[in-house]
């Protein structure tokens, strides 16, 4: 009898954890849906296509070139069904406030890497990654002709 109360007892504190865990996780999925939309106009005028948008987010401020921004950093397909990369800073009831485009679109995989050498440079998130790819460009471009 005793091992059946301890179990119940591990059970329900394991289901409230999960509980709190999940309630955490969709506050913050609503939140990146709102954000998310913020940036629908901005796609739609890159020509990018919302829906196939993968991305991550960042909220750190010393990443941030406007405070209480929310960067989102990934790709998405073009209209001709490419993938581009790109980088934004959203804000709720503000929309886009800085973006780029990211060419070669993988460098946005990096972006963790990315976020480490801007926080050692002390320079934005948006500058960060726009530097990243220019190196990348050139990279491939020494590689291409030599050099």
Known sequence: ???????????????????????????????????SKEADNWFAEQELDS????????????????????????????????????????AAGRGVLESRTIDPPGVTSHHQAVAKEARKKRISFVEAMTDAAVETHIAILKRKYGG
């Open 1 to 35: 009898m005793n091992n059946y109360l301890i179990a119940a007892i591990g059970v329900a504190v394991f289901l409230a954890c999960a509980f709190l865990w999940a309630k955490k996780k969709w506050a913050v999925i609503a939140q990146l849906s709102e954000i």
């Open 51 to 90: 829906k196939t948008a993968l991305f991550s987010s960042y909220t750190d401020a010393d990443l941030l070139e406007h405070p209480g921004a929310t960067i989102l950093v990934g790709v998405a397909k073009d209209l001709n069904g490419g993938y581009v990369g790109f980088v934004v800073e959203v």
